[in-house]
Nanobody, 121 residues
């Protein structure tokens, strides 16, 4: 069974840096696009960054220039390096990946359960 697990969240101060990681477990045939979303209570999840299998990246305006997404296809991981964090970056961070599972050869989006990032002033 394919699963995504995030790690690296925590409490930091404004201006600090933090790196989130997400590991894919289970038997996968191919991992296509991967990405990170952020959600605050009462709001939908906002897309922050995406990265393709060939490392093409896209960022939301709110994080462009401060966050960097990267992936390691051999280790089946995706990372989000976050610099110059702001209080507005507080939220639950979710990773997502579009995966073709080896068992079913079906391609669909998978989500992690999220990791909390809190930025204090």
């Amino acid at each position: 069974q394919v699963q995504l697990v995030e790690s690296g969240g925590g409490l930091v101060q404004a201006g600090d840096s933090l790196t989130l990681s997400c590991a894919v477990s289970g038997s996968t045939y191919r991992i296509y696009d991967m990405g990170w979303y952020r959600q605050v209570p009462g709001n939908p999840r906002d897309l922050l960054a995406t990265i393709t299998y060939t490392n093409a990246t896209h960022y939301a305006d709110a994080v462009n220039g401060r966050f960097t997404i990267s992936r390691d296809n051999a280790k089946k991981t995706v990372h989000l390096q976050m610099n110059n964090l702001k209080t507005a970056d507080t939220g639950v961070y979710f990773c997502t990946a579009n995966i073709k599972a080896r068992a079913t050869l079906e391609r669909k989006n998978y989500w992690g359960r999220g990791t909390q990032v809190t930025v204090s002033s």
